[in-house]
């Protein structure tokens, strides 16, 4: 074998889970960065002037809410079927 080709060997499957366990770790990561950044950003701009622009534009807002949590019931499949989580 030359100097430039390396030999491929199976990863053993403690370095298997370890890179699953890496991987699982770094989307969740992603996924909580997502989540909660999209959160703060949709929450500033209603606080600020989105409601009083979206109203100049015949856009009704009855309600606002801040840090709601939902779930989705999946008994059924309708899309008014949200409870709110503590």
């Known amino acids: 074998m030359s100097a430039t080709q ?3 060997r199976p990863a053993a499957p403690e370095e298997i889970r370890a890179e699953g ?3 699982d770790r770094r ?7 997502f989540t909660s950044q999209w959160g703060r950003l949709m929450e500033s701009l209603v606080k600020g002037d989105l ?5 100049q ?6 309600m606002t809410t801040q840090r709601v949590a939902a779930r989705r019931n999946p008994s059924t499949s309708r899309s008014t079927s949200w409870r709110r989580t503590a």
Do not use: Y
């Open 21 to 23: 366990r890496e991987t």
């Open 51 to 55: 409601v009083p622009l979206l109203q």
């Open 27 to 33: 989307l969740k990561k992603a996924e909580d960065l």
């Open 57 to 62: 534009r015949g856009i009704e807002v009855e």
């Open 6 to 8: 390396t030999e491929h």
